[in-house]
């Protein structure tokens, strides 16, 4: 029989000390990968190759949002 069960991470712990006190042959885990670690895969790969155009946040940015930020505050 398969089954899919979800657990809380809170109870993930308590779950797989749960799942060790069985017959190592009565259950199989299959470890769930968040839906986004392909894409961040993909991208880190992306950046590594040199193929990703990246943008360097140099000081007149960061004074320019300074500066933005300023002028939401005094509004």
Not at 58 to 71: A, G, H, L, P
Request: net charge negative; proline share 4%; glycine share 2%.
């Amino acid at each position: 029989m398969t089954m899919t069960i979800n657990v809380k991470d809170s109870f993930a712990d308590q779950v797989m000390a749960f799942l060790k006190t069985l017959p190592k042959d009565a259950v199989e885990v299959e470890s769930s990968r968040p839906w986004y670690a392909d894409e961040v895969k993909r991208r880190v790969e992306e950046y590594k190759s040199g193929k990703m155009e990246t943008y360097p946040l140099d000081q007149d940015f960061w004074d320019s949002m300074d500066k933005r930020i300023d002028e939401m505050d005094s509004h």
